[in-house]
């Protein structure tokens, strides 16, 4: 009887030990998490293209401890400095599709709808315009499901920007619609001005002049009602000067 006491003991003496040293380890993990996420998120304000590798550590981190939403967030944020800052699509879209996968894992469906949109537009800067309209149109339909129709607009405004770069001008325009009716109806100044800025160069290339002249006026007409500085007020006032030949958006 008191070896078989003994032996219990030691039983539940080895499995306190190792809960013991795991409860260590994971909370050990998680000060290591903190601290490069500390770490990357003050780099990144300095500079976003320094912060990388640490961001890139991050996203293995949570990777190993079983976090594919803190991973697929990370990738995406790196995407985006490839994608915005140092104008590498390709670069972009790997990060982009380490982003989609682990949201998978994850099981997060407003996130894969979010990177099937961006790395759908991405494709198509980088010349597959065929899988990147597959991808745009697998995001409206996740959209759709979410019911979330800031995303179903963000999406078909995509979609129309990757018809434009194909040159299917009648598509473009058919899409860039449906999303402005969605912006129309919530009154969203800033979604409607931005909207229009790609809309001047789509009804440019349509040898439209009428309908530019409508839409630079309606923009005109919204400048009091947005933030109107940076890129909206540099791509707006550049659009203004362009002649009738297509400007590159």
Same mark, same amino acid.
């Not at 032996?7 to 795991?22: H, R, T």
């Not at 949570?62 to 590498?88: C, H, M, Q, R, W």
């Given at each position: 009887?008191? =070896?078989?006491?003994?032996?219990?003991?030691?039983?539940?003496?080895?499995?306190?030990?190792?809960?013991?040293?795991?409860?260590?380890?994971?909370?050990?993990?998680?000060?290591?998490?903190?601290?490069?996420?500390?770490?990357?998120?003050?780099?990144?304000?300095?500079?976003?293209?320094?912060?990388?590798?640490?961001?890139? =550590?991050?996203?293995?981190?949570?990777?190993?401890?079983?976090?594919?939403?803190?991973?697929?967030?990370?990738?995406?944020?790196?995407?985006?400095?490839?994608?915005?800052?140092?104008?590498?699509?390709?670069?972009?879209?790997?990060?982009?599709? /380490?982003?989609?996968?682990?949201?998978?894992?994850?099981?997060?469906? /407003?996130?894969?709808?979010?990177?099937?949109?961006?790395?759908?537009?991405? =494709?198509?800067?980088?010349?597959?315009? !065929?899988?990147?309209? /597959?991808? &745009?149109?697998?995001?409206?339909?996740?959209? =759709?499901?979410?019911?979330?129709?800031?995303?179903?607009?963000?999406?078909?405004?995509?979609?129309?920007?990757?018809?434009?770069?194909?040159?299917?001008?009648?598509?473009?325009?058919?899409?860039?619609? !449906?999303?402005?009716?969605?912006?129309?109806?919530?009154?969203?100044?800033?979604?409607?001005?931005?909207?229009?800025?790609?809309? &001047?160069?789509?009804?440019?290339?349509?040898?439209?002049?009428?309908?530019?002249?409508? &839409?630079?006026?309606?923009?005109?007409?919204?400048?009091?009602?947005?933030?109107?500085?940076?890129?909206?007020?540099?791509?707006?006032?550049?659009?203004? /000067?362009?002649?009738?030949?297509?400007?590159?958006?």
């Amino acid at each position: 009887m008191y =070896k078989y006491l003994l032996f219990v003991l030691l039983i539940f003496g080895c499995a306190s030990e190792s809960n013991n040293n795991k409860s260590e380890n994971d909370y050990n993990n998680a000060l290591s998490i903190s601290a490069l996420q500390k770490a990357a998120m003050k780099q990144y304000m300095e500079s976003p293209v320094l912060a990388l590798p640490m961001m890139e =550590k991050l996203a293995v981190k949570y990777v190993e401890n079983n976090n594919p939403k803190g991973a697929s967030e990370t990738y995406f944020n790196i995407a985006k400095i490839y994608d915005e800052t140092l104008d590498k699509k390709d670069k972009a879209l790997f990060y982009g599709q /380490k982003s989609l996968e682990t949201a998978v894992l994850a099981k997060d469906e /407003k996130q894969q709808a979010n990177l099937l949109m961006y790395n759908g537009y991405v =494709k198509a800067l980088t010349g597959n315009t !065929k899988v990147a309209k /597959k991808d &745009i149109v697998d995001s409206i339909m996740k959209y =759709k499901a979410l019911n979330d129709e800031v995303g179903l607009a963000a999406a078909q405004f995509n979609l129309a920007r990757v018809f434009y770069i194909e040159g299917a001008l009648d598509e473009s325009a058919h899409f860039l619609a !449906k999303s402005m009716n969605h912006y129309r109806s919530t009154n969203n100044a800033t979604s409607i001005f931005n909207n229009n800025l790609f809309a &001047i160069s789509l009804f440019r290339k349509m040898n439209n002049p009428t309908k530019v002249q409508e &839409i630079i006026d309606e923009n005109k007409s919204l400048i009091p009602s947005i933030k109107y500085e940076g890129y909206l007020q540099q791509e707006f006032e550049q659009l203004m /000067k362009a002649d009738n030949k297509s400007v590159a958006f």
